[in-house]
């Protein structure tokens, strides 16, 4: 009998044990101290060159949806005719299906210097689609505190 509870315990532990730590969730995001981001009103996304998913329109649609004038293309020598300049990484990976694991944007001012950073790292079990992600690192990144 002791025996029987004493196994049952080490079960539930090591099942416990093994689920811990696939399921991370961060969102982060940073604004520069003497960055404004009120003044900005127009902005140019900087497609990645190594970007084949489209991530560039998913931000340009989310900032347009905020009210800003959004431009993108490819990166040009500084300054940009525009308030800001943003760039964007995304990491993938194969879990049974192809997902956007990390995102990070960086809102520059138009010489390039970063003025706020904002990161979304979701693993298989909290998965977010890209557009979701896009929402979450903009919408942190607009709700930071200086």
Known sequence: MMLKRLLSWVFVCATLTATTGCAVNRATANVMPDADL?????????????????????????????????????????????????TYVDKWMWDITMYMIELTITVRNPASFPM???????????????????????????NAKK
């Open 116 to 142: 706020a950073t904002g990161n979304s790292l979701h693993t298989s079990l909290t998965r977010k689609s890209p557009e979701e992600m896009v929402d979450e690192v903009l919408t942190n990144i607009q």
């Open 38 to 86: 009120s003044k900005v009103k127009s902005v140019y996304v900087v497609k990645a060159p190594e970007d084949e998913r489209g991530i560039d329109e998913l931000i340009k649609k989310n900032l347009a949806k905020r009210g800003y004038q959004v431009q993108g293309g490819p990166e040009q020598k500084p300054p940009y005719m525009t308030d800001a300049v943003v």
